[in-house]
């Protein structure tokens, strides 16, 4: 997630964007470094395409690299890979960090080249997506929301860690989001497996 999405995503879609015709000014893209949620950059690579994709050129290089990264993006956020598939991986990986140095007459950034190592990282530990802090991280930007409306600091964990368990009580009370089954990526948990007593 961190490699990816808030790493090369940024620095690759402000290049890519700045292909499209006029609608979007180049002050915009100023800083060569589009600033959004990790879940909303994966949006925008996967998305991109169906928005502008008939106002771009398809021999354009840029909008090739934009099919590149695609690619890449596509592979490291699957759950299935075989060794076929990494050793592709590994090449697309080599060829899209070629391609940016190339468009970019840049060095490139450390998140570029940890997807170097992606591939073996892969064949030790499984999918990325499967070991991402997607969850974590939206779990804690709830906890960011609630501590940015507290105006007394004065201890402030408590205040964050009430305020959450409130938010499980109301749930839990009112049954918004405890469905009989509870889906967690590829593994499934029915309920009446566990014995929940609430007192």
């Not at 991109?48 to 490291?76: C, H, K, P, R, S």
């Not at 860690?161 to 967690?184: E, H, P, V, W």
Request: charged share 20%.
């Amino acid at each position: 997630m961190h490699d990816l999405m808030e790493g090369i995503h940024r620095y690759s879609m402000a290049l890519i964007i700045k292909i499209v015709p006029p609608a979007i000014s180049a002050n915009h893209l100023k800083n060569k470094y589009i600033i959004i949620s990790a879940s909303e950059m994966l949006s925008l690579v996967r998305n991109f395409a169906f928005v502008v994709g008939d106002l771009v050129d398809e021999q354009n290089d840029i909008w090739m690299y934009n099919n590149l990264l695609l690619e890449v993006t596509e592979i490291l956020t699957s759950q299935i890979f075989s060794s076929e598939l990494l050793e592709y991986l590994g090449n697309l990986i080599q060829r899209h960090n070629e391609t940016f140095i190339s468009l970019l007459n840049e060095t490139l950034k450390p998140k570029f080249h940890l997807l170097l190592h992606y591939p073996r990282i892969i064949e030790k530990i499984g999918p990325p997506i499967l070991v991402s802090s997607f969850k974590y991280e939206a779990k804690h930007r709830d906890a960011k929301i609630i501590s940015g409306t507290i105006t007394c600091q004065i201890q402030l964990p408590l205040s964050i860690a009430t305020r959450c368990q409130l938010k499980s009580c109301f749930r839990y009370s009112s049954k918004i989001g405890l469905n009989d089954i509870i889906m967690s990526m590829t593994i499934r948990f029915h309920l009446s497996y566990f014995d929940l007593v609430i007192h």
